[in-house]
């Protein structure tokens, strides 16, 4: 079965640093779980797990001066 049959939605998290960090998957802790394959282990210490918001692609433009 193609991954394209399970919606998939694009997840801010809040960073502990003020910046947020992108991320993509089925539920925010899919998004996790595949920032977790990308990023040290360190670099996941910076993400605040709980606090996260789902956008569109469409409003990716409104968020990118504050991607870390």
Aim: aromatic share 10%; no cysteine; hydrophobic share 30%.
């Amino acid at each position: 079965m193609s991954s394209f049959s399970n919606p998939h939605y694009m997840y801010l998290f809040e960073m502990k640093n003020g910046k947020q960090k992108l991320a993509y998957g089925q539920s925010p802790e899919d998004a996790l779980d595949i920032l977790r394959i990308r990023l040290s282990e360190e670099e996941m210490q910076e993400i605040i797990q709980g606090k996260y918001i789902k956008i569109s692609q469409r409003k990716l433009h409104q968020y990118v001066h504050n991607l870390g």
